[in-house]
């Protein structure tokens, strides 16, 4: 884990709000990293400070009247209820049909912008990455060294493959964290060119492909097997649909367990 990972996730580490991989990631980074674990002691003591007693303060007994006050209660006549035209009653009817049969499509785009706000998380940690020493956590073209480095930092088993013969040659992997939670990031290079995969479990639904671009970025996202995969590059889209194809492809055997 980077530092500037970690930052993101003190916050929601102090208020117990990460799974057990993440705050045993967190744990280690500041064991190792005195900058983070000193922000991590600024925080807690800010937070500490925040819920001392001596910070709320009694309001002033003329403001504390003012808000008790009794004001005389002004009771409105009833109105006469105008009798509604044929017209007026079907408009209402129509909009009230309208209201229900909207409401599945306001939830399907929805769930749809969800999706797209995964791809998005992921094209801002490509971006992250590319910064000096942030890009991998183990460097190895070989499927059989990256995979087993994820053993015991995630609570599942991430699918790599080599796809050297496929002109997108495995250079490495790191862990990283999308929307709360940890993932795997595995790095391919596309001749001077990087593609970040990320990969995590889902527990339900399917999610078809889709591609996203933002700023010269291209997203690619699907599920299968129960494991959503976003790949991010700034090579061409075409380009990526061919690295996407050549993960997808069954017959590039991935290291077995």
């Given at each position: ?14 208020d ?51 808000w008790?006050a ?10 006469a ?6 017209f ?40 992250r ?32 493959k ?10 490495g ?70 690295f ?14």
């Amino acid at each position: 884990m980077m530092c500037d990972d970690a930052r993101l996730l003190l916050h929601a580490y102090l208020d117990n709000e990460l799974d057990a991989a993440q705050s045993v990631a967190i744990v280690r980074h500041m064991q190792g990293c005195p900058s983070c674990a000193a922000s991590y002691a600024d925080y807690a003591q800010l937070r500490e400070g925040m819920a001392h007693a001596s910070l709320y303060r009694r309001a002033p007994d003329a403001l504390r009247k003012s808000w008790s006050a009794e004001k005389p209660a002004v009771i409105a006549p009833p109105a006469a209820r105008p009798r509604r035209a044929p017209f007026a009653l079907a408009m209402a009817a129509g909009l009230a049909a309208a209201v229900i049969i909207g409401t599945p499509l306001w939830f399907t785009t929805h769930r749809a912008g969800d999706t797209s706000q995964w791809a998005n998380e992921a094209i801002s940690s490509h971006i992250r990455s590319m910064q000096p020493q942030h890009l991998m956590d183990v460097v190895s073209t070989d499927q059989h060294t990256v995979k087993p480095w994820f053993d015991g930092k995630l609570d599942f088993s991430p699918r790599v493959k080599d796809l050297a013969g496929e002109g997108f040659p495995l250079v490495g992997g790191r862990l990283d964290a999308l929307g709360g939670r940890s993932v795997a990031a595995l790095i391919f290079k596309r001749h001077l060119h990087v593609i970040n995969l990320y990969q995590w479990p889902v527990s339900s639904g399917e999610v078809a492909e889709s591609t996203t671009q933002w700023h010269g970025y291209n997203a690619i996202q699907w599920t299968t097997d129960r494991m959503h995969f976003v790949a991010v590059s700034d090579v061409s889209e075409s380009e990526l649909h061919q690295f996407v194809l050549a993960f997808q492809n069954d017959s590039v055997t991935p290291l077995m367990r």
